[in-house]
């Protein structure tokens, strides 16, 4: 049997003698190691190439995307003397006219704010309101649309309307998402809006108008529309916009109402 002299680092006699050919060679240990690096060098460098390309592509949308925006920032800036620009799902799912509805003239003209600043909901909303008050002969005003909704500003400097209840909607399935329909626009001049007064430039909502005020509203009026069991959806909401509005949605998904009041609730008796 062969032996290994194990050699002290601190006390190495001159005479001391080692058997090499005992002392295990970690050649295939060192491959294998040297594998594994090659391996992880590999993938490290695939995942940094991945990384990088898909760096690309972000800045590539980012690029796109901005490249949108300052088109349509121009379009809305530098517009001829009397050009009003309207978005398009104004129209289409807002039942938007031209004259404007009185109920969204007023509520424009109180909160110092400019068409293109409002979010698709706002005309949704607006377009329900004057639909209710023509169809059940009701005599809803700005006031009571304050009453029921905060007015809030998004990101892209639009502003939309926030029910204030979770429970008590004014209307109901209001699209989940309005991607894709706030950069098309209507633009107008002339006498469009038949000698009555607009407003015609961006302007901040007025902090006294934004607080609901109860002394403002018609208590039997409003009372009358959220005890209607009236434009049911398929799910038992109430007053759904689109059926109020009677038009087919873009969006099929609809935002979580959670515990809203339905059709049958003790709370509509």
């Known amino acids: ?6 050699v002290s680092p601190r006390h190495t006699p001159c005479h001391a003698h080692v058997d090499l050919h005992t002392v295990p060679t970690p050649t295939s240990n060192l491959a294998l190691v040297a594998c594994l690096k090659e ?35 121009q379009v809305l800036t530098y517009r ?11 129209f289409i799912e807002g039942e938007m006219t031209l004259p404007m509805g009185r109920v969204i003239r ?6 110092r704010m400019y068409l293109h600043q409002c979010a698709p909901d706002l005309f949704r909303i607006f377009g329900s309101v004057d639909a209710l ?11 009571n649309v304050v009453w029921m909704y905060e007015c809030h500003l998004l990101a892209d400097s639009k502003y939309y309307l926030k029910s204030r209840s979770s429970v008590v909607r004014l209307v109901s399935c209001l699209p989940k998402s309005n991607k894709g329909m706030k950069d098309d626009f209507l633009i107008v001049s002339g006498e469009w809006h038949n000698g009555l007064y607009y407003p015609v430039c961006e302007g901040e ?21 959220l005890r209607s069991e009236v434009f049911v959806s398929e799910d038992r909401e109430v007053r759904a916009v689109h059926l109020i509005l009677d038009f087919e949605p873009l969006s099929d998904k609809f935002q979580d109402v959670g515990h809203v009041i339905r059709v049958g609730d003790p709370w509509l008796a």
Request: proline share 2%; no cysteine; net charge positive.
């Open 205 to 225: 909502p007025n902090k006294r108008h934004v607080v609901a005020n109860l002394g403002l509203i018609n208590v039997t009026v409003l009372n009358k529309v």
């Open 80 to 90: 001829n003397e009397g050009e009003v620009f309207i978005p398009m799902i104004a």
């Open 39 to 73: 391996e992880d060098r590999d993938v490290r460098e695939g995942v940094r190439m991945k990384k990088k390309i898909e760096s690309i592509g972000k800045k590539k949308k980012k690029k796109k995307k901005k490249k949108k925006k300052r088109i349509k920032y």
């Open 106 to 111: 007023d509520y424009l003209i109180a909160h």
């Open 1 to 6: 049997m062969r032996h290994t002299t194990l």
């Open 133 to 143: 008050n023509e169809q059940m002969r009701l005599k809803l005003t700005w006031h």
